[in-house]
Protein backbone atom coordinates (compact mmCIF):
# COMPACT_ATOMS: atom_id res chain seq x y z
CA UNK A 1 0.00 0.00 0.00
CA UNK A 2 2.79 2.29 0.47
CA UNK A 3 3.80 2.10 -3.10
CA UNK A 4 0.66 2.77 -4.44
CA UNK A 5 0.63 5.88 -2.39
CA UNK A 6 0.50 8.59 -4.38
CA UNK A 7 -1.90 6.66 -6.91
CA UNK A 8 -4.25 6.11 -3.78
CA UNK A 9 -3.90 8.92 -1.60
CA UNK A 10 -6.75 11.37 -3.92
CA UNK A 11 -9.18 8.70 -4.14
CA UNK A 12 -12.09 9.33 -1.56
CA UNK A 13 -13.34 5.42 -0.24
CA UNK A 14 -16.07 6.57 2.15
CA UNK A 15 -18.64 5.58 -0.26
CA UNK A 16 -18.07 3.36 -3.67
CA UNK A 17 -19.75 5.71 -5.84
CA UNK A 18 -17.36 8.48 -5.01
CA UNK A 19 -14.54 5.84 -6.64
CA UNK A 20 -16.54 4.97 -9.60
CA UNK A 21 -14.99 8.07 -11.85
CA UNK A 22 -13.06 5.82 -13.65
CA UNK A 23 -15.71 2.54 -14.63
CA UNK A 24 -17.73 5.38 -15.17
CA UNK A 25 -15.79 7.40 -17.73
CA UNK A 26 -14.39 3.89 -19.34
CA UNK A 27 -18.42 2.44 -19.65
CA UNK A 28 -19.51 5.78 -21.38
CA UNK A 29 -16.38 5.56 -23.64
CA UNK A 30 -17.76 2.03 -24.53
CA UNK A 31 -21.23 3.45 -25.16
CA UNK A 32 -19.70 6.06 -27.34
CA UNK A 33 -18.16 3.30 -29.27
CA UNK A 34 -20.84 1.02 -29.43
CA UNK A 35 -23.43 3.64 -30.69
CA UNK A 36 -21.36 4.74 -33.70
CA UNK A 37 -21.22 1.04 -34.61
CA UNK A 38 -24.54 0.17 -34.05
CA UNK A 39 -26.39 3.37 -35.38
CA UNK A 40 -23.40 4.40 -38.27
CA UNK A 41 -26.97 5.24 -40.40
CA UNK A 42 -28.57 6.60 -38.20
CA UNK A 43 -26.78 10.14 -37.03
CA UNK A 44 -29.94 11.44 -35.07
CA UNK A 45 -29.67 8.50 -32.50
CA UNK A 46 -26.00 8.74 -32.73
CA UNK A 47 -26.66 12.08 -31.61
CA UNK A 48 -29.32 11.59 -28.52
CA UNK A 49 -27.17 9.01 -27.08
CA UNK A 50 -24.00 11.19 -27.02
CA UNK A 51 -26.00 13.59 -25.29
CA UNK A 52 -27.63 11.77 -22.93
CA UNK A 53 -24.24 10.09 -21.66
CA UNK A 54 -22.53 13.82 -21.93
CA UNK A 55 -25.45 15.11 -19.44
CA UNK A 56 -25.03 11.95 -17.28
CA UNK A 57 -21.16 12.31 -16.70
CA UNK A 58 -21.79 16.21 -16.25
CA UNK A 59 -24.60 15.25 -14.13
CA UNK A 60 -22.40 12.92 -12.19
CA UNK A 61 -19.40 15.06 -11.61
CA UNK A 62 -21.23 17.85 -10.21
CA UNK A 63 -23.31 15.77 -8.19
CA UNK A 64 -20.78 13.39 -6.74
CA UNK A 65 -17.45 14.75 -7.25
CA UNK A 66 -17.97 18.82 -6.50
Known amino acids: MLSYSTIVK?????HPIRY?????FLMRRAVF?????LFAN???IQIIIM???AIVM?????????
Do not use: G
Open 10 to 14: EVDLS
Open 20 to 24: MYYPV
Open 33 to 37: AISLV
Open 42 to 44: SAF
Open 51 to 53: SVT
Open 58 to 66: IIYIVIVKP
